[in-house]
């Protein structure tokens, strides 16, 4: 109990779940967020009033059934941002995870419990979900592996969703050999083979960085052969990032809408004002973010190719420090969105590696086109075990 306490990442411990077969994750502990169905449980999804509202589970989350069949074991829920709409990790309530590289900030979410657990060795791995860079930003703040998959390859079945074009089932870890052996469980079926020949590193995502942050990441892959620099938008990031909110509010009041209006739930600071503004928003009156989304995805596929490898930071800097709000707040979000928006829009795998800058983690990010997340992770473990 002691080591919960202190972090906070856990929302109930006593969730033990045994492995049903045996396989590649034998003797391995995993955690979840608390978004998933567990047969027998009820979610709380980071609100009281959602807890209060909603049945227990009669089955497992289709992810959960295969790691179990793989054996295992899951070890307690973990804490989440509001129905997972934010990246900061604060609740108000039900408390902030404890960021283990520096209690002073925040943790990120809205997979906060997840990355907390995992940087806090709490667990071998953690499940989150990543819709707008739920599990890379806190991956990245906390100072772990983290992995976004592509769109649609891992079940989202029995996963309560937030926007579902975009929602995907992510995990995280310290170790980045178990990162590629839960991919090589979830992921069966994709080729692992192969390299990428084409390194673009994104101008217009750099450029977000301070220079001292900047320099500390491109000196972790200042050995990466050929690599080229490019702009990633024509339109902007911050066009892209504004493109992405707008789409993602709009299947998130049309997911939730109906809920919120019937049970009137009470929501945090930032929470609160980000559903009231997707309630506001028209679908009619947005047909042209449809049309940039999708010019966004045939570009981005048609510049990675096969062997193409996009690397950037995952965050625009190290974790805020907490209770953060206001103007400051909401132009850190931008600007983290600008860089989680890349991936998010066109449906990438993304995989983020801890770099310590001064102390604290700022993520590297690694991203591929889709369908090549077994190829990313096995490149990117390659890569990493020779620098």
């Known amino acids: 109990m002691e080591l919960t306490d202190k972090w906070n990442a856990f929302v109930e411990e006593k969730i033990i779940v045994e492995p049903t077969g045996s396989g590649r994750l034998d003797g391995i502990t995993f955690a979840v967020k608390d978004v998933f169905s567990i047969a027998g449980y009820r979610n709380h999804a980071g609100n009281p009033d959602w807890y209060r509202t909603h049945e227990q589970a009669t089955d497992h989350a289709n992810v959960i059934k295969t790691l179990l069949n793989y054996g295992a074991m899951l070890t307690g829920t973990v804490h989440t941002d509001e129905l997972m709409y934010s990246l900061n990790g604060e609740n108000v309530h039900y408390g902030t995870p404890v960021n283990p590289i520096d209690e002073t900030r925040i943790p990120g979410g809205s997979s906060s419990g997840s990355a907390v657990a995992v940087s806090a060795g709490l667990v071998d791995f953690a499940l989150g979900t ?23 390859v891992v079940s989202i079945e029995g996963v309560i969703p937030l926007a579902k074009s975009f929602d995907t089932v992510g995990w995280m870890s310290k170790n980045l050999n178990l990162l590629n052996k839960v991919g090589d469980v979830l992921l069966n079926g994709q080729s692992k083979e192969g390299s990428f020949q084409k390194i673009l590193l994104g101008e217009d995502a750099w450029a977000l960085l301070e220079n001292r942050d900047k320099q500390a990441l491109l000196s972790t892959i200042e050995n990466m052969d050929n690599a080229e620099w490019k702009q990633i938008s024509d339109e902007g990031l911050k066009e892209w990032a504004n493109t992405f909110r707008i789409l993602q509010g709009l299947e998130i009041w049309e997911e939730h809408g109906d809920w919120i209006q019937k049970e009137n739930p009470t929501f945090g600071p930032g929470i609160a004002e980000r559903f009231q503004w997707a309630s506001s928003l028209n679908k009619l009156e947005y047909n042209e973010c449809f049309l940039l989304r999708e010019k966004i995805i045939r570009n981005l596929s048609n510049l990675l190719g096969n062997d193409g490898l996009l690397v950037i930071p995952t965050a625009p800097g190290a974790a805020p420090l907490l209770n953060l709000h206001g103007e400051k707040a909401d132009k850190y979000r931008e600007r983290a969105m600008q860089l989680t928006c890349i991936a998010g829009l066109a449906g990438l795998p993304q995989v983020t590696v801890p770099v ?8 590297l990010s690694f991203i591929a086109n889709q369908n090549n997340d077994r190829k990313l992770l096995n490149w990117v473990g390659k890569f990493f075990k020779e620098i």
């Open 356 to 363: 310590n800058v001064h102390g604290l983690s700022i993520g």
């Open 130 to 152: 990543d819709t707008g860079g739920s599990v890379r930003i806190p991956s990245s703040y906390c100072g772990i592996y983290g992995f976004r998959p592509t769109h649609g």
